[in-house]
């Protein structure tokens, strides 16, 4: 049975998309997989293309914004194979009866993001279509070109990696739910709380984390739907590898602790895009952490690459099986903001 909502499950992938792929061309190094961020082909002068794709639905929340979450969240899955963003297309969606106004505001920002960024804006659709009832990104595509040097795909973790993570879990959970219950959080916790609540959604991104961690890491992966132990599950699963995270470890800032709790949904299974997993050989590790905070980016190891066993040892010492997020709770949340 295919989820409510988001993306399909590894069960549904694997027998219905997998096996289903076209033409099977040997230049494709890297290719759909769940978990796996982005595609690799291999080009003519010993180079590579990475190429990835998404949507962004159109959350009333994110109208300020769209155009900032379309450019940083699309970017981020070229990124977090170590290949920096090059160039963008994109299939833009607005609902009859837009004003101009609206098209203008979302491609100003697009634009503004995409020169922050180097990147070229090379084609795409704009268009009027009923049945949306906001501007929908109907697919983003980004690329970048590099070598095969450079390359830090979620199935590249090796033994003895350690497990590091950047800004802590739920930045896009909190973010979110910050703007869109502002009224009712601030009467519960207070306008100061929600207000650092609220910059975690201009975080939304792992751009600059994965361009400065990309020449550390052996792997990358953003930690979206599921969270961010989907995230650390979906970098073994796709590595063959086990894993041991230390809940002690993660540290999760008071005001997402705050949102989170007010919601009654679990930050380290709530969507995070913005929190990257790197893992990255020990002797590079110091290095690495060292260099994101001199970028401003706040980082932690949480545990251990291993040969099997994936396993997340709770802050009580209580051991337990690490298993994908099969329903992320934000959804849940989200959706009761609108109720009424």
Request: proline share 7%.
């Amino acid at each position: 049975m295919l989820p409510q909502i988001g993306k399909v499950d590894r069960a549904t992938f694997d027998s219905l998309i997998l096996p289903r792929l076209g033409k099977v061309d040997k230049t494709v190094l890297v290719g759909p997989q769940h978990g796996v961020d982005a595609a690799v082909i291999e080009l003519p002068d010993g180079n590579v293309m990475v190429i990835a794709e998404d949507p962004t639905f159109g959350l009333p929340v994110l109208m300020p914004h769209f155009g900032w979450c379309i450019v940083h969240i699309c970017a981020s899955d070229v990124a977090v194979l170590g290949v920096k963003p090059r160039y963008l297309t994109i299939c833009l969606m607005l609902p009859p009866g837009s004003e101009d106004n609206v098209l203008e505001h979302i491609w100003k920002e697009i634009h503004q993001e995409c020169q922050k960024l180097d990147i070229t804006i090379v084609g795409g659709h704009t268009g009027i279509y009923p049945g949306i009832a906001y501007p929908l990104n109907g697919g983003c595509t980004v690329i970048g070109v590099g070598s095969k040097e450079q390359l830090t795909p979620a199935s590249n973790a090796k033994v003895g990696d350690r497990v590091i993570i950047t800004k802590g879990p739920a930045i896009e959970a909190a973010g979110i739910l910050a703007f869109q219950a502002e009224a009712a959080l601030e009467k519960k916790l207070g306008r100061d709380t929600v207000a650092k609540a609220k910059d975690y959604f201009l975080q939304m991104s792992v751009v600059k984390d994965a361009i400065t961690a990309g020449p550390y890491a052996h792997a990358m992966h953003d930690a979206t739907e599921g969270g961010l132990l989907n995230g650390v599950y979906e970098i073994a699963a796709a590595s063959g590898t086990g894993v041991t995270l230390f809940e002690d470890r993660i540290i999760t800032p008071e005001e997402i602790e705050a949102v989170c709790q007010h919601f009654d949904i679990d930050p380290l299974i709530s969507i995070s895009e913005g929190t990257l997993v790197i893992t990255a050989p020990p002797q590079k590790t110091p290095g690495l952490l060292k260099d994101l905070k001199q970028n401003s980016i706040n980082a932690w190891d949480i545990g251990e690459i291993t040969p099997k066993d994936r396993v997340f040892i709770r802050r009580n010492g209580k051991k337990e099986e690490l298993k994908p997020v099969m329903v992320d709770p934000f959804w849940a949340a989200y959706f009761s903001t609108l109720e009424g």
